[in-house]
């Protein structure tokens, strides 16, 4: 196993592990909260990851181009190129339909209307837990790819 192999499997192991560890555990303690102390939460949490993880998911998708470029002429190169292509699709969904949606709930003031605000993070939880299985997806092609 190459150094580059290592750090794509970390990079990307330890973004989906995050993704799930907001989904899974963080959410469902955030919504046990009063209606404020959630809405407070949220708004941090969307500034905080928002301001991380597109980094990191960039960094996730050009180590896998970069092995999928230097596999070019082995066996697994087809299916490193669909796991390149469903993480660079999920950033493009990322974009378009949950950005949006973090960017309003981190500029949302603390007077902010509860309601909506709870909506629009059950809105993007949904659509995260569906990133979260196209990110698993790509890494288990990815891990597919380079064991053959």
């Known amino acids: 196993m190459t150094f580059l192999d290592i750090a794509t499997i970390l990079c990307i192991g330890l973004m989906i592990g995050t993704e799930f560890a907001v989904s899974v555990f963080l959410n469902p303690v955030v919504w046990k909260l009063d209606n ?11 500034a ?3 301001a991380a993880m597109p980094f990191w998911y960039a960094l996730s998708l050009l180590f896998l181009l970069a092995e ?6 082995q066996p697994g190169f087809a299916s490193l190129l669909a796991a390149s292509a469903i993480w660079a699709a999920v950033i493009v969904v990322t974009v378009v339909f ?11 003031g603390i007077n902010a209307h509860a309601s909506r605000a709870l909506r629009d993070h059950h809105k993007w939880d949904r659509l995260h837990r569906a990133r979260i299985a196209a990110l ?7 891990l597919f790819a380079i064991r053959v």
Do not use: C
Request: proline share 3%; hydrophobic share 55%.
């Open 98 to 108: 949950l950005v949006p949606i973090n960017n309003r709930l981190a500029r949302m």
């Open 68 to 73: 999928t470029i230097l596999r070019r002429n």
């Open 48 to 50: 905080r990851l928002g």
């Open 136 to 142: 698993a997806v790509s890494m288990l092609t990815f």
């Open 36 to 46: 404020h102390a959630q809405v407070r939460t949220i708004r941090l949490f969307a």
